[in-house]
């Protein structure tokens, strides 16, 4: 099977290698000439945990090629996926632009039946907007090609996202048509030996399905944030709470986690154009507005109990570590984190800010430049530090030498933002130590 993938991106990348080591022969496509250029030489552009080996693997057995031309691969494939992003436009609502002009591009160049299935996150509505955007340009050209539209929304997390395509909980497909089903089921028969389902449904249905995803997991962790800022309040421990809950078949274990509010590329962006989707249809989504707010909060959390501990002390001229700059762990991606809106309040209280992490760093530097001090290490970081914050758990933040860092610190004050250290361990060790929700 051939397949093109349009938008070589977290989405594109990964699903076009893992269709490709399946065995289907893959070409990635992006019009960024210099990631296809880098993706030739063997350079992977993201830091995705896997990806570099599989990309590599499966270059070498010839099944997965990048280029910078759609035009040149349109006649030999069965399907195209359009995996480019949709980031928020000035309103909130997904914009769609990069989507429709890859579907302009197909009905420009479109000789034969293809299945164009979009993969990115985009509004109810969007799979009819690219077959218009087709038909009109099959139309300029006074032909008349069959093909189907179809919406495969994507559910894979950053850091996880070979094993999350590999083996997903399930896959959802919105088609219109016998063939199209017949030509995806192909194509995810592969994976059927992970023992899940494809979901088959209308395709305003599945567009919605990934929207509402990723409403609920937002909605999951802001009402756990909020309870934990009440649990501060009332001397419970929100940990216990998540335990207690999450115990609960029906509301189950994952996705509890309080912490310092969610990012990343799609949490925010996709809560607020489901907002955006119901507002244009006369309808407004109360709760979701509510999940938004708290999270807009939460992002700043940590900072309001820097300056409780400093109790009213100016904090202009403190040395304020951080570790962790990414949104999430395993990942170097700072799209909508919460170290951006740290570093932000930081700053502008006249704070001196010494950062850490294990792969972000040089992202933070093309977002912020050096308004702030990159350091070696976790270690380096706290170097005659007012406070430590924690903003990301990752993994090798979880044991460090706290006596070490206790001696290197002016202060030794330690602000948890994802409840990962042990608040009598810290003790011991004499840090005064604050976390989210207890
Ligand atoms: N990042 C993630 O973890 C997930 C993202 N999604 C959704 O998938 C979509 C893509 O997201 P990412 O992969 O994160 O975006 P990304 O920004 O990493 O990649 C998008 C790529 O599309 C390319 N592009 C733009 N216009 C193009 C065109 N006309 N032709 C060819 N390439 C073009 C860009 O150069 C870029 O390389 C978004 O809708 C996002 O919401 C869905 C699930 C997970
Ligand atoms: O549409 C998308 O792009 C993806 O968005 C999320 O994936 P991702 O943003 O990569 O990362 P998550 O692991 O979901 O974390 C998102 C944010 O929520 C926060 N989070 C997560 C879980 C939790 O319990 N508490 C919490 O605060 C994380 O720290 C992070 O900032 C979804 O989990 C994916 O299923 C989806 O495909």
Avoid at 71 to 86: E, H, M, P, R
Avoid at 177 to 193: C, D, G, N, R
Wanted: some cysteine; aromatic content about 8%.
């Amino acid at each position: 099977m051939n397949i093109a993938i349009v938008g070589t991106g977290y989405v594109g990348l990964v699903s076009g290698t893992c269709f490709a080591d399946t065995g289907a022969n893959v070409t990635c496509v992006d019009v960024d000439a210099g990631k296809i250029e880098r993706l030739k030489n063997g350079e992977i552009p993201i830091y995705e945990p896997g990806l570099d080996e599989l990309v590599k693997k499966n270059v070498a057995a010839g099944r997965l090629k990048f280029t910078t031309d759609l035009t040149a691969v349109l006649d030999d494939v069965q399907i195209v996926f359009s995996a480019v992003g949709t980031p928020p436009d000035e309103d909130g609502s997904a914009d769609l632009k990069y989507v429709l002009q890859v579907a302009r591009t197909i009905g420009q160049n479109l000789n034969h039946y293809v299945v164009v299935v979009t993969k990115s996150t985009v509004p109810v509505g969007t799979a009819r907007k690219v077959r218009k955007a087709i038909e009109e340009e099959l139309a300029k050209r006074g032909v008349d090609v069959p093909f189907d539209v179809a919406s495969n929304p994507e559910f894979l997390k950053e850091g996880n996202a070979i094993k999350d395509f590999m083996s997903p909980d399930r896959v959802v497909v919105g088609v219109e048509s016998e063939q199209a089903k017949k030509v995806l089921t192909k194509l995810y028969k592969p994976f059927l030996i992970n023992n899940f389902r494809v979901i088959f449904m209308d395709i305003p249905s599945a567009e919605m399905t990934k929207y509402a995803a990723n409403s609920m997991l937002a909605t999951r962790i802001s009402f756990m944030n909020d309870i934990a800022n009440l649990c501060e309040r009332v001397g419970a421990d929100v940990n216990m709470v998540r335990a207690g809950i999450g115990a609960d078949t029906r509301i189950g274990r994952k996705f509890l986690y309080a912490g310092c509010g969610y990012g990343g590329s799609c949490f925010p962006k996709d809560v607020k154009a489901l907002i955006k989707t119901a507002d244009q249809n006369g309808y407004s989504m109360e709760v979701l507005k509510a999940v938004e707010r708290v999270n807009e909060r939460q992002k700043s959390i940590l900072f309001d109990k820097l300056k409780r501990a400093f109790d009213g002390e100016s904090l202009e001229g403190k040395t304020i570590a951080l570790w962790g700059l990414s949104f999430k762990p395993e990942t170097d991606d700072m799209r909508e984190s919460t170290a951006l809106v740290m570093i932000g309040l930081l700053l502008e209280a006249g704070c001196t800010v010494r950062a850490y992490d294990p792969v972000a760093m040089a992202e933070c530097k093309r977002r912020i430049g050096d308004s702030i001090s990159y350091c070696r290490d976790m270690y380096d970081a706290v170097l005659e530090a007012d406070a430590l914050l924690l903003l990301t758990e990752w993994k090798e933040f979880r044991l460090p030498t706290w006596g070490v860092i206790r001696k290197a610190m002016r202060r030794p004050l330690v602000i948890d933002g994802r409840n990962i250290f042990d608040s009598e361990e810290l003790e011991e060790n004499g840090f005064e130590y604050h976390c989210i929700g207890k």
